[in-house]
């Protein structure tokens, strides 16, 4: 795990030490091992972690994989056209595109399947990825737009995520833990039809991954008895365009504060 980690303790933050995701949501940040963080997390790492190269920062942890491995990246971050952002640079699509090539005339994946929420995050796989790769990814928005941030909490004064992530990730809470009920191509039809901020996409593979199980990259847990259904989430209908959402935390901040003063 890649994270930044500036949410939890943050001085802007309420809930000290917590991170939520949905309204009164559960906090999701108790337990996460965090491999590389703060000013480490930059792009160079992140790939030389997919080449399976050593590097020298975090938990050292590396994608040790081979032609027998199924890989599923998660990436959230900001972007646009030809970039993806990362806290301290930015990541071209040209750098990429020649890992994933290397990747593959290395045979370090039998699959793989990326999920990539950010701006014009369609730009970065876009006429580069051929279907005998293997490789499929599914984006949050196409090489022209915007991804839109979600979920606005007014206790806390943030958006508590982006669209098209709490969606899928509400698709995958719906189903769980039988994951093996649902293809990447499934949830990918359910998820573009939920998400209306921006036009959801999938590039690459559309033959073999999209028919496989999410479960075959998400994990394939047994299920129990005791597991109840989980409610689907209820977001709030406001959302910004993602590039927007520190103007509009601050234009929401400055209103409060306003409103605070005319109380007095």
């Known amino acids: 795990t890649m994270m930044y980690n500036d949410i939890a303790f943050n001085d802007e933050n309420p809930l000290r030490g917590v991170i939520i995701n949905a309204i009164h949501g559960k906090d999701v940040y108790e337990g996460v091992m965090i491999d590389i963080w703060e000013e480490t997390s930059l792009h160079r790492f992140f790939l030389d972690i997919l080449m399976g190269k050593t590097v020298e920062v975090g938990s050292r942890k590396t994608l040790k994989t081979g032609p027998n491995d199924t890989v599923f990246v998660n990436f959230a971050d900001h972007g646009g056209p030809g970039v993806l952002g990362f806290p301290s640079d930015e990541l071209h699509v040209a750098d990429l595109t020649k890992v994933l090539e290397s990747m593959h005339s290395e ?55 982006d669209c ?97 003063k005319k109380l007095r």
Request: proline share 3%.
């Open 164 to 260: 098209w992530s709490l969606n899928w990730m509400n698709n995958t809470e719906q189903i769980f833990p039988y994951l093996n009920k649902e293809t990447v191509g499934e949830q990918y039809e359910i998820v573009k039809k939920m998400t209306t901020e921006s036009h959801a996409q999938i590039y690459g593979d559309l033959t073999y991954i999209y028919n496989d199980p999410i479960s075959a990259f998400l994990g394939n847990p047994e299920p129990k008895a005791e597991i109840e259904p989980v409610l689907a989430r209820k977001y709030g209908y406001k959302s910004t365009a993602s590039q927007d959402v520190m103007m509009e935390y601050l234009k929401m901040k400055r209103e409060k504060s306003t409103t605070k």
């Open 107 to 161: 045979k370090r994946y039998k699959q793989m399947l990326w999920y990539v929420e950010a701006c014009y995050s369609g730009s970065m796989f876009k006429d580069q990825l051929t279907a005998d790769k293997n490789i499929t990814a599914l984006t949050a928005a196409n090489e022209e737009e915007s991804s839109y941030a979600c979920d606005w909490n007014e206790d806390i004064q943030v958006y508590l995520g």
